[in-house]
């Protein structure tokens, strides 16, 4: 369970203000919003990249920012928007630096902790891309990859962000999937920032819809996407439709 309490952080001209919510085992909590809204800033003031105005993140009760690196590290794990290693690393070799902070400096990777990055590839259903070059790597085969690197710690949370960005239709419901999965069948707690609607309305538990550093309503996707409120955040004219008891949000273009 990772609880946030009253979360604010500032870049000058851009605030994060008093955001909070929980999350529970199991659970996927989608931060929704538009570009610019503050998505990622909240997310790498959770998991600590950047440092909130007051230590306000509890994990299991436990006060994350008090917690030393490596703890962190084995508690949660953070999947970047986009990460390019400058070196034609293999894939193996990528998700054995999710294993850093268990390592001293001088100490090299050994077996077990290849043993331990295959397990998760295996996971995932990617053990065939093991030994290929990270460079070499689609869209799609990279973000599965950094979710292992995320994985191979066996955290509680995973924090993800814009796990679909830029990726083809396939390949998000395949990475949301994954994600899904992983909280049915592991008890992870998955908080990730979406700004799609309908991907947030499939794969989320629960949604926070973020506006201008705030989230501005929080609950089931049955009360959250709602036309009143999606179009107070997204500034235009949207329809829902109900289907197979999902939410199907369409905008409501004007035709030229
Ligand atoms: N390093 C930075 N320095 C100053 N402002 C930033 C920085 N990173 C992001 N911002 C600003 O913070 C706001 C929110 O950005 P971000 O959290 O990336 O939004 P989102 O992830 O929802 O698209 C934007 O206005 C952006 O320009
Ligand atoms: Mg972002």
Do not use: W
Not at 133 to 156: C, D, F, N
Not at 222 to 251: A, K, N, Q, W
């Amino acid at each position: 369970m990772i609880e946030v309490r009253g979360l604010s952080f500032s870049y000058g001209d851009f605030s994060v203000k008093d955001v909070h919510f929980k999350a529970k085992e199991g659970e996927v909590l989608t931060l929704l919003g538009p570009n610019g809204s503050g998505k990622t800033t909240i997310l790498k003031n959770v998991y600590g990249l950047l440092k909130p105005e007051k230590k306000c993140v509890f994990i299991d009760g436990r006060n994350f920012h008090s917690m030393s690196l490596r703890e962190r590290a084995m508690i949660a794990g953070y999947v970047p928007q986009s990460h390019h290693p400058p070196f034609p690393y293999t894939v193996l070799d990528v998700i054995v630096t999710g294993l850093a902070s268990q390592l001293s400096v001088f100490e090299s990777p050994r077996k077990e902790h290849y043993d331990k990055a295959l397990e998760k590839l295996r996971l995932l259903g990617m053990e065939h891309l093991r030994d290929k070059p990270y460079t070499q790597l689609s869209g799609g085969q990279i973000q599965m990859v950094l979710i292992a690197r995320a994985l191979v710690q066996e955290p509680k949370v995973l924090l993800l962000d814009e796990p679909t960005a830029h990726l083809d239709f396939k390949n998000q419901v395949k990475i949301l999937g994954v994600v899904k999965k992983l909280t049915r069948e592991e008890g992870i707690t998955a908080v990730l920032t979406l700004h799609d609607p309908n991907l947030a309305s499939i794969y989320s538990d629960r949604i926070a819809l973020v506006k201008e550093g705030r989230i501005r309503a929080i609950g089931k996707p049955s009360t959250i996407l709602r036309e009143d409120t999606l179009e107070e955040v997204y500034g235009i004219p949207v329809h829902i439709l109900e289907f197979d008891g999902f939410r199907i949000i369409l905008p409501r273009a004007e035709v030229i």
